[in-house]
C-alpha cells in the first residue's frame, strides 16, 4: 500500500508541476480578442453584421495575470449564453455586472442595445475605464464601440458584502428603473471566499426582482491539487440551490473547460417571458454573434483562434 501511494503521489506531483509550467508559460500571451456583429448602429441601418469591437490586452507587471488583467474563457461563454438567450430582448435592458474585469462584456452588450453597469472593486476601476478611453495610453484599450454604445456603459466601485453598496443600486449605476439582469463570470476562485458575493447576488435579486445569470469553472485535477480549498464551485452552487423562492439552473456550457451556466429566478417567473430569442434580426435575418482572438507577439499578431457565439 506505501508503494502504491508514493506512485500516486509521485505521478500527482509530476502531473501538477507540468501544470503548473504550462500555465506559467502560457499566462504571459497577450491577445486582442475581437468581436463581429450585430450591433446597434447609429445610421438608417439599425444593425451592422460586420463592424468589430476589440480589447486589446496588456501585462501589468506589478499584479501579473490573477487580477482581472486579461479575458478569461468565461467572459465569452456569459456573453455567448446572453446573446442566444436573450437576443433582442437585450436592447434597453438594465445589466448589472458584477467582478468585470477586463470590459469585454460590458462592451459586448452595450452593442446590443443593453444599459450596462460595470462593476469590481475600487482598486480595479482605473483599469476598467482606461480600457473604455478614447485616449488610452497604456496599450489596453477597446475600440469599436459607437458613441451611443459607449454611453451605455457606466463604470461603478461595489464591493461584495456591504449592505450600503446595495441600496440605491439604480441610482449608484446612472438607471432609471430596477436592475433586470445580474451578470457575473469567474467569480468563485481558490483563495476568495463567496459568502460576500452570494450576499450581495440575492440580496439585489430580491430588491430589483431581478434574473442572475453567471458562468464559472470549476477546477479540476490536475489543477484541483494545488487548490487551497477545493469545491467551492459546488459549495456556491449547493448554498444557491438551497434559497427558498427562488429557482437555479445549471448547464454545461459544452467546452473543454466545462464551464458552467447558472440561472437564478424567482419561482414562478421565466427569466426570457419579455425576449426575444434569437440574436438581433434584421433584412438579413438572423445572425450569430462572432468572436476571435490573435496573439499578440510583440506588435505582430498571430494564431487566430475563432468561435461564433
Known amino acids: 500500500f506505501g508503494l502504491s501511494y508514493s506512485l500516486e503521489m509521485r505521478i500527482s506531483f509530476v502531473v501538477t508541476c507540468a501544470w503548473i509550467i504550462h500555465t506559467s508559460e502560457s499566462g504571459s500571451k497577450r491577445y486582442v480578442h475581437v468581436l463581429e456583429g450585430p450591433f446597434l448602429t447609429e445610421s438608417s441601418d439599425p444593425v451592422d453584421y460586420n ?11 506589478s499584479t501579473g495575470d490573477w487580477s482581472g ?6 467572459a465569452t461563454v456569459l456573453l455567448q449564453h446572453l446573446h442566444k438567450s436573450w437576443g433582442n430582448g437585450l436592447v434597453g435592458l438594465n445589466v448589472l455586472e458584477l467582478g468585470s474585469g477586463l470590459p469585454i462584456v460590458a462592451s459586448g452588450l452595450a452593442a446590443l442595445g443593453a444599459e450596462v453597469c460595470c462593476t469590481d472593486l475600487l482598486e480595479a476601476i482605473p483599469r476598467i475605464e482606461s480600457a473604455l478611453s478614447i485616449n488610452s495610453t497604456n496599450g489596453l484599450s477597446v475600440n469599436g ?3 451611443k454604445a459607449h454611453g451605455r456603459i457606466r463604470v461603478r466601485e461595489l464591493s461584495w458584502g456591504k449592505e450600503e453598496t446595495i441600496r440605491n443600486l439604480s441610482k449608484h449605476c446612472g438607471f432609471s428603473a430596477n436592475v433586470d439582469l445580474v451578470i457575473g463570470a469567474d467569480l468563485v476562485y481558490d483563495g476568495n471566499s463567496w459568502d460576500h458575493l452570494k450576499t450581495t447576488l440575492m440580496a439585489i435579486l430580491r430588491d430589483h426582482v431581478a434574473t442572475g445569470v453567471l458562468v464559472l469553472q470549476p477546477r479540476e485535477f490536475p489543477m484541483v491539487s494545488s487548490l487551497k480549498q477545493q469545491g467551492q464551485v459546488a459549495g456556491f452552487v449547493r448554498s444557491l440551490a438551497i434559497e427558498e423562492n427562488w429557482d437555479v439552473k445549471v448547464e454545461r456550457d459544452g467546452s473543454k473547460q466545462g464551464l458552467l451556466i447558472i440561472t437564478v429566478t424567482a419561482k414562478g417567473t421565466d427569466a426570457r417571458e419579455n425576449a426575444v430569442i434569437g440574436a438581433a434580426t434584421g433584412k438579413h435575418g438572423w445572425r450569430p454573434l462572432r468572436y476571435f482572438k490573435v496573439l499578440q507577439d510583440d506588435e505582430r499578431t498571430t494564431n487566430i483562434q475563432r468561435d461564433e457565439i
Not at 463592424?51 to 507587471?61: A, D, F, G, K
Request: proline content about 5%.
Open 51 to 61: 463592424s468589430q469591437i476589440t480589447l486589446r490586452e496588456t501585462q501589468n507587471r
Open 69 to 74: 488583467n486579461k479575458v478569461w474563457p468565461g
Open 145 to 147: 464601440l459607437t458613441t
